[in-house]
């Protein structure tokens, strides 16, 4: 079990974060690899199980692209062997898959992003492994005389693994046959695992991201995860991804250092795009996009957040507002980029690690999986929301230049409670003497917030970015914010 020493707070270098998450078939394709004649046309629509050709030599040749942007780290979906193009189907997880250009491509890759000042987080997918994975394979092959018998949960003999959904024998996450659940409570098993977390720490990554961990129940095993991994490496950043209530998970400092913030993400796009949200993609999403709310339920969903975790963990929350498991940001907005940049201005401005999935940035649409993992339209730049990429690349350099945006306390201003139909949520971040004042119309009107000066002070307002007019009076602060527009001020 983890000691006192161990339960440490999440790395120094996670609040000054800003990652993209970079899914390896999809995003860059070079011509460093030897491609196999079975690839989809880059261009085409993604299917479910057809490849792209993404490598890990395309990362590198576009890692200014990733710099320009402003982010400064990268999170990579599965890089380990494995028959998908997700690649959460591990074959081997201590060998990069030859399609990405094997391990010596990532360690190109590592060192370059070392030489950029770049810091990398793998995905860690331990719950289950695949049919090709080796013990798996042995047991197929051998039945009940495989010495892996005990690997896996197998009712009886011969596994049916190739039969069709339903008729599996053998324990398998949510049913599907393809990907067989590891028996962790099975200490070879939980030894093999913990030794795959230290190996890639000891290579030189600088995190990982952790799949489904709800999912392993074998009591103390996160909390050994974390312990042998920050042994190897004490500034390695173990996020989990844990959709709702994390609080079991990273409140408590002897699992992880913070959570995928879809309940950020979730209420940050319902608000930002309100009305505009399509049903047919934002409902039934696990992060509860529709329908969309006012100025009132966003302050009231983010006071509930606020109040969830210590401020430590905010700052560490990896805080996003689409992902490979979501449709694509801009789709559930209805298309509307004006909404996009509302939901961009307030993920950069919230405490926590932002993490912006490739092609967001660009207004990239796409529905559910697999419509949400399209391939970069590098060819294309005529296709591509430029105001929206504008935005991004401002609001990270924004979030960069100013240490309250990072580290500082976070307050409501407006609405006051209970405000229904308010469209303006004003905040703000207060770091010392440094204080900075937010606002977000999502409405298509005009909008208006009388603050006290008591909240602000009577100083000199600075606009930092957007529009928005500012009156102050002896006793009052009037912001005042056009339709579908936002603006970040300094007070000094």
Known sequence: MPTAETATTAPDWVADAVFYQVFPDRFAKS?????????ESWDSPPTVHGYKGGDLWGVIERLDWVQDLGCNALYLNPIF?????????THDYYRVDPLLGGDEAFDELLKECRSRGLRVILDGVFNHASRGFFQFNDLLENGPQSPWIDWFVVEDFPVRAYHPEGE???RAWWGVPALPEFNTDNPQVREYLMRVGEYWARRGIDGWRLDVPGDITTPGFWEEFRQRTRQVNPDLYLVGEIWDDARDW????DRFDATMNYLFGGAALSFAANRRIDPSIGAGVSYELYPGMDASGYAARIDRLLAMYPTEVHR???NLLGSHDTPRAVSVAGGDGKAMRLAALLQMTFPGAPSIYYDDEIGLEGGKDPDNRRSFPWEQPDSWDHDLLVAHRELIALRHAHPALRSGSYRRLWPPADEPGDMLYVCSREDGDA??????????TTEVATLSTIDLGPGRFETLWGAGEVQVAEQSVRLSVGPQQGAVWSVT
Not at 81 to 89: C, V
Not at 250 to 253: A, F, L
């Open 31 to 39: 011509d460093h690899v030897d491609k196999p004649a079975g690839l």
């Open 81 to 89: 062997q494995s028959a998908s193009n997700h690649r959460y189907h």
């Open 168 to 170: 599996i024998n053998y």
């Open 250 to 253: 990273i409140s408590r400092g």
């Open 316 to 318: 560490a929350n990896l």
């Open 435 to 444: 204080a900075l004042v937010v606002a977000a119309n999502a409405g298509d």
